[in-house]
């Protein structure tokens, strides 16, 4: 077994083992002791170094293209998300590339533990190869420029409503002093790896089970 696929099962079967009661949703480093959080980032880090893909914006976009599932992270948005209001719980997690029209979204279920209520946020977004410090070509990493907002309700005690589905568009918030980034630091089949201009990590596998009703508009 070579080095790349060792670590790469220690780090899936970890991510695995943590999830097994989080119905699919991510999980962030601020729900684990530290020291399982640094076992993380220490498996995290050796994957990237043997990373099969280190010019993914240049020789492997056709593995960036589709559905992706987060499975950890330490962003701070992904946080937030943790904690909602009203009893509400955060689902799975996707972000879903277009890689020919430069173009992702983002979309976190949301539902209540008592099936009061389900619905689910969608932040879309566009992007472009950015250069990194002395390189002539786009590498790994991206600019990226948030657009809408979308709030939505799918269903009340069960009822599906379509009224609601979204309630709320919003234009999406985008920092005033600086373009967010993001570079790509492991990428295969499977498994993909970035980390935000400010250290965030995030961590998703290939999925082909996003909910119909998540379009790209």
Request: proline share 6%; aromatic share 8%.
């Amino acid at each position: 077994m070579n080095n790349q696929l060792s670590i790469k099962e220690k780090l899936q079967a970890t991510l695995e083992k943590i999830q097994t009661k989080s119905d699919g949703s991510p999980i962030t480093d601020l729900q684990l002791d530290k020291t399982l959080a640094a076992e993380i980032e220490q498996l995290t880090t050796e994957l990237e170094s043997v990373n099969p893909n280190s010019h993914p914006l240049l020789y492997a976009t056709s593995l960036l293209a589709g559905t992706w599932q987060l499975q950890y992270s330490t962003a701070r948005e992904i946080r937030s998300l943790v904690s909602l209001p009203l009893g509400l719980k955060l689902g799975k997690v996707y972000q879903v590339i277009d890689v020919a029209n430069k173009f992702f979204f983002n979309l976190a279920q949301v539902k209540h533990p008592l099936g009061i209520v389900s619905g689910y946020v969608k932040v879309t977004a566009s992007f472009e190869p950015a250069k990194e410090d002395f390189e002539l070509l786009a590498n790994k990493r991206i600019n990226v420029y948030f657009d809408k907002r979308y709030l939505s309700i799918e269903k009340i005690v069960g009822i599906n409503t379509p009224q609601l589905n979204p309630f709320k568009v919003v234009p999406a918030n985008n920092p005033t002093s600086r373009t967010p980034t993001l570079d790509i630091t492991y990428l295969d089949e499977t498994l993909r790896i970035g980390r935000g201009g400010d250290g965030s990590l995030f961590i998703l596998r290939k999925s082909d089970d996003l909910p119909e009703f998540t379009s790209s508009t």
